[in-house]
């Protein structure tokens, strides 16, 4: 944190503020028109934006959205820069979306910006040099501002050109971090470092493959690990019990059985489901709640069961930290949603703090309506995995001084 600058700290007035922002939200259709149907990343990026308009300075946004094969109306910011406006009112009467990343149309956009007003590059993945993190791509978003400043935590594991190429064009003393950016460094920091006791964390989500590396961290760091979703299924089995018709990877239970010997060495608990609820298939209209030793063959598990809630609530309400990501079942099916719903429940009686990560986990306590109990929310879901993992993120490290100035900063829009 010491070595990253804040936007506060940012000489911004009268100056061309590039802010890589995290506007990847779904959109619905709505009579003909697509509009946004989640606004929370909008939202969590608005203290930055509205700090830089107070400020005077000339705001210059890029994002991407969704995974575009070159230019596409479905992919388009436009709905964004619509929803963005209605969110700064008064403060901006619009948001200036550009036609196109870069080009003679984005540069005329952001020569022409007053200061205190804001300028949406079109969809920035639209130009392939965006994902390529491509010199000359990221030299051209350079040369549209005289600041740089990195609030996207979401895509901060990204070695992208807005995220990571374009820093370097940027002086120590005109480049920083977003609040949120800021926010999410200082949560995640402290789970890795500084978690008060007993620090507890929850994971859940379908593959043991995606978790492993998050998981084996935790051993180092946590005083107990509560294991929920699918997943929790490859461990069951690693314990040799029959899991029916569940789905199980067959391929890592010697990664699940290493694990848990390491857990046991480490002294860390591990909780696995010791009651779960079972139903033909995800589309089956009733269930039933049955051992973890009992499940039926012609039974898969979709959710955790009662008691195994009861134990795991137990240990979040005690808990001084909590981390949790990812769902304890099929949660988007509501006869499967009781266990990650009162999971999100008792964060909420939790004394002490609390963060959240991932889309799913994140949809849970929003649908939960207990998202404002929440200490931290976290915007990044693989973001924040990597960093709990210890890996560098390219889009946190570029930020970081360099106690030199950058050889070519920011040029002329004009």
């Known amino acids: ?32 028109e697509l509009t946004v149907a989640d606004d929370a990343r909008i939202v969590a990026a608005l203290p930055t934006i509205k700090h830089l308009i107070e400020r005077g300075a000339k705001v210059v946004l890029g994002s991407h959205l969704g995974r575009p094969k070159g230019k596409s109306k479905d992919t388009s910011l436009l709905p964004v820069a619509a929803r963005l406006a209605e969110l700064l009112a008064p403060l901006v009467k619009e948001v200036k979306l550009t036609d196109e990343p870069i080009g003679d149309g984005a540069r005329k956009v952001v020569a022409d910006l007053r200061p205190g007003e804001v300028a949406l590059l079109e969809n920035l993945r639209w130009n392939s040099g965006e994902e390529k993190n491509d010199e000359a791509f990221a030299q051209k978003l350079a040369s549209y501002a005289d600041v740089y400043v990195n609030d996207a935590f979401g895509t901060a594991h990204r070695a992208h050109a807005s995220t990571a190429g374009m ?71 690693a314990q040799g019990k029959e899991l029916g018709k569940s789905k199980v990877e067959d391929d890592k239970l010697n990664v699940a059985k290493s694990f848990l010997r390491g857990a046991e060495l480490a002294k860390v608990d591990v909780l696995l489901p010791v009651d779960v609820v079972v139903a033909e298939s995800p589309d089956a209209k009733t ?75 994140v949809a849970a306590i929003n649908e939960a309506g207990v998202g404002d109990k929440i ?28 106690g030199a100035a950058a050889a070519t900063t920011g040029g002329s829009a004009s």
């Open 1 to 32: 944190m010491s070595s990253i600058r804040s936007v506060a700290d940012l000489s911004v007035t009268e100056q061309r503020v590039f802010v890589r922002v995290d506007f990847n939200v779904p959109l619905s259709e709505q009579k003909g």
């Open 167 to 237: 820093i370097k064009f940027f002086a120590d003393d005109k480049k920083g971090a977003g609040f949120l950016m800021l926010r999410e460094i200082e949560y995640l920091g402290k789970l890795r470092s500084g978690a008060r006791r007993p620090f507890v964390v929850v994971i859940g989500g379908a593959k043991v493959s995606d978790k492993i590396g998050v998981l084996e961290s935790f051993v180092r760091m946590a005083d107990a690990i509560l294991i929920g979703g699918a997943m929790a299924n490859t461990f069951l089995k």
């Open 287 to 361: 269930s039933q709640t049955v051992s973890a030793d009992a499940i039926p063959k012609d039974r898969m598990a979709l959710d955790i069961g009662p008691q195994t809630v009861k134990n795991y609530a137990g240990r979040i309400t005690s808990a001084q930290t909590v981390f949790w990501n990812g769902p304890m079942g099929m949660f988007e099916r509501p006869l499967f949603a009781a266990g990650t719903k009162e999971v999100a429940q008792a964060l909420t009686r939790c004394s002490g703090t609390t963060v959240v990560g991932g889309g799913d986990s």
């Open 375 to 402: 200490s931290h929310v976290s915007t990044g879901g693989g973001a924040s995995l990597e960093l709990l993992e210890g890996q560098e993120l390219p889009g946190i490290a570029a930020l970081k001084q360099t």
